[in-house]
């Protein structure tokens, strides 16, 4: 997190009585973000050499490195190279000290500090890296309290006072100013696409946990990430994730990389950041008093999160005579709402350049889920609907990626509009769904299907087939139901040279009769598999 401290804490060590006078020499040199190496290790030399003044382009020796060499021969040096960027700028700086003969590095130290966890790693020699955790409210107001009163205490009449104040510096130690601006290095450092990325951590509440698969789907769905390098989406997310997380801009508790949360100063930055580059806008209403319509129509996503948000507000949203802007939506977010069904003067027709759309709050009547068809810009959707099958409007959703339905039907059949997808990526229904290779005329394949959620197959036949249509499939999770007299057939996974993990359920009306068996075909790259209600043989398992 920066704005811990860390640079504070590594002066005080710095200047304290008992390490001046342990070492021979000392430098200070801060890194930050200057991308000349030279320039670096000639300020160390200047300090080392006792000489103060500022460097710059036209003082630095070409000879640098040999001479700062030559100047620590046989002393006992301390250096701090303070916030470090990189491991690369690392190997720069300390190669002229570690080429140094050892019996000359005995009791020598160099010492740094860094916003990013595989800079500290990667410099770690004789300890392991200390990291800063945030103040707790009693020592966040004990450190306010020896600023302002010094070897005083605070007087009574001013402590609880004093005591709110100190709770919203959040367990930081420094102001919000002060830690606004050393947010903002931080995010100068991340890439072009990965600051959007980050900035869409504004889209959760304040304070809650965030599940890194969930903030995974969430970049994918609105189009933030793209393959890059033969890397495919789900491979850069991975990488963004991880970035984030050595940055220090996101909290990992615990040492699990399966959720994070983020400090709320940083909340506030992405907030301020994200309207300033009018990157979307959290709302509870849509009327457009509060700014003019040309400014609404700069902001590209919406998001709604006000729970009291009344059915006549929604509509404004879907009535372009109303709100003209909302043509011009890429995404529109309105999973937080209470469930609500929406007036019939709605409509999602000319949403058209949407590539977002999350209503699975809201059921949708058969009128609008055709209109959906409509919206052929569309990558992710999730709905709640009742049908018996897909709309065959739906299979003009050609660049469509993520499908999430809510049926409240007992089973919802897919094809044949599923296999006009080609872009299709994930797959995840509440309640089952089919699909059935008989619907087309010529075999259709999903190459881009990576996960499929929950599939109904039927246990008279062999369903091994239908697999064949998803030859990429790395999720599955899947369903068996018959009655306890049929003979049951276990699909043939092995067919699926990609799957990773697979979870299959049998559900069987009525008593079992007799004990049932099943011939297993698995891949080889499967990780985890999750067998429900087969109770298997010990020589089946």
């Given at each position: 997190?920066p704005?811990?401290?860390k640079?504070?804490l590594?002066h005080?060590?710095?200047n304290d009585?008992s390490v001046?006078g342990?070492?021979?020499v000392?430098?200070?040199?801060t890194?930050d973000?200057?991308?000349?190496e030279?320039k670096?290790?000639q300020?160390?030399f200047n300090?080392v050499?006792?000489?103060?003044e500022?460097?710059?382009?036209?003082?630095?020796?070409?000879d640098?490195a040999?001479?700062?060499?030559?100047?620590l021969f046989g002393?006992?040096?301390?250096i701090?190279?303070?916030d470090l960027w990189d491991t690369?700028t690392?190997?720069e700086l300390?190669?002229?000290?570690?080429?140094?003969?050892?019996?000359f590095?005995?009791g020598s130290?160099?010492?740094?500090?860094s916003?990013k966890k595989?800079v500290?790693?990667?410099?770690k020699c004789?300890?392991d890296?200390l990291?800063l955790r945030l103040?707790r409210p009693e020592?966040s107001w004990e450190l306010?309290?020896?600023k302002v009163?010094g070897?005083?205490?605070?007087a009574d009449e001013?402590?609880?006072v004093?005591?709110?104040?100190?709770?919203?510096?959040?367990?930081?130690?420094?102001?919000e100013?002060?830690?606004m601006?050393?947010?903002?290095?931080s995010?100068?450092?991340?890439?072009?696409?990965?600051?959007?990325?980050?900035?869409?951590?504004?889209?959760?509440p304040k304070?809650e946990?965030?599940?890194?698969s969930?903030l995974?789907?969430l970049?994918?769905d609105?189009?933030?990430?793209?393959?890059?390098?033969l890397?495919?989406?789900?491979?850069?997310?991975?990488?963004?994730?991880d970035?984030?997380?050595?940055s220090?801009?996101?909290?990992?508790?615990?040492?699990?990389?399966?959720s994070?949360?983020?400090?709320?100063?940083?909340?506030?930055?992405?907030?301020?950041?994200?309207?300033?580059e009018k990157l979307?806008?959290?709302?509870s209403?849509?009327?457009?008093s509060s700014s003019?319509?040309s400014?609404l129509?700069l902001?590209r996503?919406?998001?709604i999160?006000?729970?009291?948000i009344?059915s006549?507000?929604i509509?404004?949203?879907?009535?372009?005579?109303?709100n003209?802007c909302a043509?011009h939506l890429?995404?529109?977010?309105?999973?937080l709402?209470p469930?609500?069904?929406?007036p019939?003067i709605?409509?999602l027709?000319?949403?058209?350049?949407?590539?977002?759309l999350?209503?699975q709050?809201i059921?949708?009547?058969?009128?609008?889920?055709?209109?959906?068809g409509m919206?052929?810009?569309l990558r992710?959707?999730?709905?709640?609907?009742?049908?018996k099958?897909?709309?065959?409007s739906f299979s003009?959703l050609c660049n469509?990626?993520?499908?999430k339905?809510?049926n409240?039907g007992?089973n919802?059949?897919?094809?044949?509009s599923?296999?006009?997808l080609?872009k299709?990526?994930?797959?995840d229904t509440e309640g089952?769904?089919s699909?059935?290779d008989?619907d087309i005329d010529k075999?259709?394949k999903l190459?881009?299907?990576t996960t499929l959620?929950?599939?109904?197959?039927?246990?008279l036949?062999?369903?091994?087939d239908i697999?064949?249509?998803f030859?990429?499939?790395?999720t599955?999770?899947?369903h068996?139901?018959c009655?306890a007299a049929?003979?049951?057939?276990f699909?043939?996974?092995?067919?699926?040279?990609t799957?990773e993990?697979?979870?299959?359920?049998?559900w069987?009306?009525?008593?079992?009769?007799?004990?049932l068996?099943f011939?297993?075909?698995?891949?080889s790259?499967?990780k985890e598999?999750?067998?429900?209600?087969?109770?298997l043989?010990?020589?089946?398992l």
């Open positions: 997190m704005g811990l401290g640079s504070t590594a005080g060590v710095y009585k001046v342990h070492f021979d000392r430098a200070w040199c890194v973000q200057e991308r000349n030279e670096l290790l300020k160390i300090e050499s006792g000489l103060k500022r460097v710059s382009t036209v003082d630095i020796d070409d640098v040999n001479k700062l060499r030559r100047q002393k006992r040096y301390l701090f190279l303070d690369a690392w190997d300390t190669r002229p000290l570690y080429t140094i003969s050892s019996e590095q005995k130290r160099v010492i740094l500090t916003r595989e500290v790693l990667y410099g004789h300890s890296p990291y103040l020592e306010l309290e020896k009163f070897e005083e205490h605070c001013l402590k609880d004093g005591e709110k104040i100190a709770q919203k510096c959040e367990g930081l130690p420094l102001d100013e002060e830690v601006k050393v947010i903002q290095l995010y100068d450092h991340l890439s072009d696409q990965l600051k959007l990325c980050f900035l869409y951590l504004e889209s959760y304070d946990v965030i599940w890194i969930s995974k789907d970049w994918s609105e189009g933030l990430v793209e393959p890059i390098d890397k495919s989406v789900e491979e850069v997310t991975e990488v963004y994730v970035e984030l997380i050595s220090s801009l996101v909290i990992v508790e615990d040492g699990s990389e399966q994070c949360q983020i400090h709320d100063l940083v909340h506030d930055f992405c907030s301020i950041k994200a309207r300033k979307f806008d959290l709302t209403s849509f009327v457009l003019s319509s400014d129509m902001r996503r919406t998001i999160y006000d729970e009291d009344h006549d507000n509509s404004l949203l879907f009535n372009p005579e109303k003209p043509k890429l995404s529109c977010d309105l999973s709402l469930s609500k069904v929406l019939h709605c409509h027709r000319h949403l058209r350049l949407l590539i977002r999350d209503v709050s059921m949708l009547p058969d009128t609008l889920l055709n209109e959906i919206l052929v810009h992710c959707l999730n709905i709640s609907m009742k049908a099958a897909l709309p065959p003009k469509l990626e993520t499908l339905v809510f409240y007992s919802l059949v897919l094809s044949p599923i296999w006009s080609s299709l990526r994930h797959v089952t769904c699909v059935y008989s075999p259709t190459e881009n299907l959620k929950f599939l109904k197959l039927s246990c036949v062999d369903s091994g697999f064949k249509r030859p990429n499939l790395r599955l999770d899947f068996n139901d009655s049929e003979q049951i057939y699909p043939r996974l092995d067919v699926l040279n799957l993990k697979v979870s299959a359920k049998l069987c009306s009525g008593s079992r009769t007799h004990v068996q011939d297993f075909h698995f891949p790259s499967l598999v999750i067998l429900e209600g087969f109770d043989t010990s020589d089946e």
